[in-house]
């Protein structure tokens, strides 16, 4: 019997949280969908029925504020193979994710957590604006040009840490998470794009949707493979947006089966195949 601990990660907003109700709602009801069972949950039980309320009613799920932050870690079982896994969803609030990029402080408890061995689920939404910024978003003056648009009363703004493009900010953590104290370790990582229902029109994978919307994190990963293992999936917790028709159709259906795992060339409803692969020997 083997164990192994996986972390989840993401900035506000990113999916993690809608994910984990609906993990929860999987593992609990044990319908026959994954063979993982529920050992055991460190944390607050009444927050996860909270938010798998929330999913079932297909509703949105709460944001978490800093006053509000959960660390929630479920204790799973392989009915098949008596393997272990714990996997741990500390809450993030977007001022923790300030305090990191921006202050460089991290937490204790949340430092442990991050330099465990095992792997890491990082989220990503689809179905929010793309905040990458290109040369073509600036003006440039050329030999005695003004920048167009530019007067002697503009004022320089000063950094704010918020407005940097969020692929910036996964880059930092992941360069981060490779540098002391932290320890240098080769890590399995899947990158999951949630809200994959509206990206299905594109015909596209979660890889190419990765490369399209966030090259920067594309590239960082192809020049960095002695680092981080990755893989990418697209999930859709809910199965569609949670308005009019849709959320009325959704509301119809068996809860797990209306969501969309897109794994390995593939479209089915088991949102614990990432996991798999994340706790998988082979090399």
């Known amino acids: 019997m083997s164990s192994q601990h996986h972390i989840i990660l993401g900035y506000p907003e990113s999916g993690k949280t809608t994910y984990l109700a609906a993990f929860w709602h999987v593992i609990e009801a044990g319908e026959g969908t994954t063979s993982l069972t529920l050992d055991r949950i460190t944390g607050d039980a009444e927050y996860l029925n909270t938010i798998v309320e929330s999913w079932l009613r297909c509703e949105q799920v709460p944001r978490t504020y800093l006053a509000d932050e959960q660390k929630i870690s479920l204790h799973v079982r392989d009915s098949r193979t008596d393997d272990t896994m714990v996997l ?24 442990h957590d991050l330099d465990e061995n095992g792997g890491i689920l990082f989220f990503v939404n689809a179905d929010r604006a793309n905040d990458m910024m290109s040369v073509l978003d600036h003006a440039f003056a050329g030999e005695g040009d003004e920048i167009a648009g530019s007067n002697s009363d503009d004022v320089l703004q000063e950094f704010d840490a918020r407005k940097v493009p969020e692929q910036t900010r996964i880059v930092d953590m992941l360069q981060l998470l490779q540098r002391s104290p932290f320890t240098q ?43 981080y293992e990755a893989r990418f999936c697209g999930i859709s917790a809910q199965g569609g947006v949670l308005t009019g028709a849709t959320r009325e159709s959704l509301l119809e259906q068996d809860p797990e089966k209306r969501v969309i795992c897109h794994w390995d060339g593939k479209s089915g409803q088991d949102i614990t195949l990432p996991l798999w692969w994340l706790g998988a020997n082979e090399e």
């Open 185 to 227: 370790q080769k890590r399995r990582i899947v990158f999951v794009v949630s809200a994959w229902d509206v990206t299905l029109a594109d015909k596209i994978t979660p890889q190419e949707w990765v490369g399209r919307e966030m090259p920067l994190l594309d590239q960082y990963l192809k020049n960095n493979a002695e680092l």
């Open 88 to 111: 741990s969803l500390p809450d993030f609030s977007g001022e923790t994710f300030q305090e990191i990029f921006a202050d460089r402080h991290c937490e204790q408890d949340l430092f």
